[in-house]
């Protein structure tokens, strides 16, 4: 079955037309045909099966054959908070949380962070960012899509932090603790929280940016005797706290 993303209001309907880079990715790059199956989804947990009953070169035309469905949220988030990494290792980064079920995704512009975004290039950035994982997303079958925040300066997440109920940092201090033993500490039966995961910039954080986390709450854990990128910090640590809230949904 074939996955697009449409709006919240074009999913109540019984029957839509399809334009623009919907109809194009359908049409163009998926090439379907009268009578596939799309699974539309609207990011916001609403899903809906429709059939092609008509194609053509400008338009899609979809019939309905089942209610709309609600995906209920995860009840318990995941907030990245992540130095933006340079070239493209942002886009893969965005990518692989969105498949791994990250909730909020806020790239970060520390003082070691090189990538610096502002104003209208902060807002196309993160309309590109959106694109991703929007087609993550519909890889992977989500029904719900990240909140992606515009880039934030270090100096504006203590806020931010203090909305998790726990955090962690990806840490090379010697106080770090190793990740397991501060995993099972968790409760992930409790809904409602909201787990936190930093990762740092290329040459680490500066003594006192980790100070500031720290006194967020933040636990510092290691991630082991080598030095990871940005990227691999951040999705280590967000495919062991989704194991963890994984651990006590029912299987499929």
Known sequence: MYRQQITTSEIEHDQLVLRGDAAH?????????????????????????????????????????????????????????????????????????????????????????????????????????????EAAARQCGAAQLPTICLPTPFSETPPLMKQCSTLMVAALIPEARPLKPVLDTLDPVRSGQNWGWWCGPEGDFTAQEMQSILQCGATPVTLGPLILRVETAAIYGLANLGCVRNSVMPRM
């Open 25 to 133: 990715h359908l049409l163009h790059v998926l090439r379907v045909r009268e009578g596939a199956e799309i699974g539309a989804f609207d990011g916001a947990g609403r899903t809906r099966l429709f059939h092609v009953i008509a194609r053509d070169e400008c338009t899609l035309t979809l019939e309905a054959k089942q209610p709309v469905f609600f995906c209920a949220a995860q009840p318990i988030k995941l907030t990245l908070f992540a130095c933006i990494p340079k070239g493209d290792r942002m886009d893969w980064l965005l990518e692989k949380a969105t498949e791994l079920g990250v909730s909020e995704i806020i790239p970060v512009m520390s003082e070691r962070t090189v990538v610096r975004l502002i104003g209208k290039q902060a807002e196309a950035k993160r309309s590109r960012w959106q694109r991703i994982v």
